[in-house]
């Protein structure tokens, strides 16, 4: 690793000490500070939404269109019959079904009732006529935020009302026999474990952490999943999260512990498809959960709350010693002992590639 100098600029990292960073996300002009976990204290930040500090969707990275651009977020399924499914449309067009909004310190995905057979971009809604949100971070094409191991983190106020279907998720970059791995650090439904008519009503005080292999025909396991009952989802803020290593993967609630899997558990094939860069995605779906129509076999949309709202306070990243990006910023009684001061900018470079320097002010670093 080699050290230089670069006079004028001041150095914003906060060290390697786990504490307080500035957001690192060029997209993300603000100063947000959020800590990571204690088991994570030597990670470095890489992706930092903070939608309690924005004050506009443009800040956010959010736009009308199906493209990352300049932005952090493309506001759909990048690719809905391809992708994850043909559970579109997620984002309805026109002002009455615009599902993203910004306020009283948190990002809002609103599912409400609009006539999604004629707002829809795909046609017919397979939710009842009601149009939701969904925002990845990388469109069809892998263009945008992608990170290979490290640890994944939302902070949200699920809905819980009848359908709905709130998530917090990611999905690897296909390997060269187009396996891809899921990893849900959450899901919840209004109406689990609910019966005909939502009665008894549902539980939507259970979050399930769970992974997916997708394209994978030969014996590995190709699943797994856990319930946690966790008491205050749908009535304050709580946060959820994945350590995602080669060694297995750790599913955290409020940043305790709840589940996990080894490497052996999980499969060779499941292991190989995690060796990949995974976007992030945070959604409000309807359905999911138990069938509650009078016979139990499909959904009575018209129990669905209207609207119905997920709230984000925001979505973080930290890369892992194990991340290919991961690089050290020396502490500040090193760069004390340097003689660096805010009359200087550290530029760290590894593998013939500048590391930090940029992303930290927001700028293109050159080489």
Same mark, same amino acid.
């Given at each position: 690793?080699?050290?230089?100098?670069?006079?004028?600029?001041?150095?914003?990292?906060?060290?390697?000490?786990?504490?307080?960073?500035?957001?690192?996300?060029?997209?993300?002009?603000?100063?947000?500070?959020?800590?990571?976990?204690?088991?994570?204290?030597?990670?470095?930040?890489?992706y930092i939404q903070d939608f309690a500090a924005m004050t506009s969707l443009s800040q956010a990275g959010i736009s009308g269109s199906n493209k990352i651009g300049n932005g952090s977020w493309i506001p759909d399924q990048p690719n809905p019959s391809v992708d994850y499914g043909p559970w579109a449309p997620e984002t309805g067009t026109g002002t009455s079904a615009a599902p993203f909004s910004l306020g009283n310190g948190s990002l809002a995905i609103s599912a409400q009732e609009n006539?999604? +057979?004629?707002?829809?971009?795909?046609?017919? +809604?397979?939710?009842g006529g009601y149009t939701t949100g969904f925002l990845s971070s990388t469109d069809v094409n892998w263009k945008g935020f992608s990170q290979q191991y490290g640890y994944f983190e939302v902070s949200m106020e699920t809905p819980g009302g009848a359908n709905t279907w709130p998530a917090f998720w990611m999905v690897s970059q296909p390997t060269a026999n187009g396996i891809s791995a899921e990893i849900d650090p959450t899901e919840s439904y209004g109406n689990y474990g609910t019966g005909p008519n939502q009665n008894p009503p549902g539980q939507p005080d259970n979050t399930h952490a769970g992974w997916h292999l997708w394209g994978y025909t030969g014996s590995d396991p190709t699943g797994g999943g856990a319930w946690a009952i966790e008491p205050g989802m749908t009535t304050s803020f709580n946060t959820y999260g994945v350590n995602i290593e080669p060694t297995g993967i750790t599913f955290y609630f409020d940043r305790q512990p709840i589940w996990s899997q080894t490497d052996a558990q999980l499969g060779p094939a499941m292991v190989a498809a995690l060796d990949h860069p995974m976007n992030v995605m945070v959604d409000l779906a309807?359905?999911?959960?138990?069938?509650?129509? +009078?016979?139990?076999?499909?959904?009575?949309?018209?129990?669905?709350?209207?609207?119905?709202?997920?709230?984000?306070?925001?979505v973080a990243v930290w890369a892992s010693p194990n991340s290919p990006n991961y690089y050290v910023v020396p502490e500040p009684t090193t760069l004390a002992l340097l003689g660096l001061n805010c009359g200087a900018l550290l530029v760290l470079r590894k593998k013939g590639r500048i590391l930090g320097g940029g992303d930290l002010l927001g700028h293109s670093p050159r080489n």
């Amino acid at each position: 690793m080699k050290v230089r100098h670069l006079p004028i600029l001041c150095l914003l990292a906060a060290g390697s000490s786990g504490g307080a960073v500035w957001a690192l996300n060029p997209d993300n002009p603000t100063g947000s500070q959020i800590n990571a976990p204690a088991f994570a204290s030597n990670y470095q930040p890489v992706y930092i939404q903070d939608f309690a500090a924005m004050t506009s969707l443009s800040q956010a990275g959010i736009s009308g269109s199906n493209k990352i651009g300049n932005g952090s977020w493309i506001p759909d399924q990048p690719n809905p019959s391809v992708d994850y499914g043909p559970w579109a449309p997620e984002t309805g067009t026109g002002t009455s079904a615009a599902p993203f909004s910004l306020g009283n310190g948190s990002l809002a995905i609103s599912a409400q009732e609009n006539n999604a +057979s004629t707002l829809s971009p795909y046609g017919a +809604s397979y939710f009842g006529g009601y149009t939701t949100g969904f925002l990845s971070s990388t469109d069809v094409n892998w263009k945008g935020f992608s990170q290979q191991y490290g640890y994944f983190e939302v902070s949200m106020e699920t809905p819980g009302g009848a359908n709905t279907w709130p998530a917090f998720w990611m999905v690897s970059q296909p390997t060269a026999n187009g396996i891809s791995a899921e990893i849900d650090p959450t899901e919840s439904y209004g109406n689990y474990g609910t019966g005909p008519n939502q009665n008894p009503p549902g539980q939507p005080d259970n979050t399930h952490a769970g992974w997916h292999l997708w394209g994978y025909t030969g014996s590995d396991p190709t699943g797994g999943g856990a319930w946690a009952i966790e008491p205050g989802m749908t009535t304050s803020f709580n946060t959820y999260g994945v350590n995602i290593e080669p060694t297995g993967i750790t599913f955290y609630f409020d940043r305790q512990p709840i589940w996990s899997q080894t490497d052996a558990q999980l499969g060779p094939a499941m292991v190989a498809a995690l060796d990949h860069p995974m976007n992030v995605m945070v959604d409000l779906a309807l359905g999911g959960g138990t069938y509650n129509n +009078s016979t139990g076999t499909a959904y009575n949309w018209d129990l669905t709350p209207n609207p119905s709202t997920l709230k984000v306070q925001y979505v973080a990243v930290w890369a892992s010693p194990n991340s290919p990006n991961y690089y050290v910023v020396p502490e500040p009684t090193t760069l004390a002992l340097l003689g660096l001061n805010c009359g200087a900018l550290l530029v760290l470079r590894k593998k013939g590639r500048i590391l930090g320097g940029g992303d930290l002010l927001g700028h293109s670093p050159r080489n």
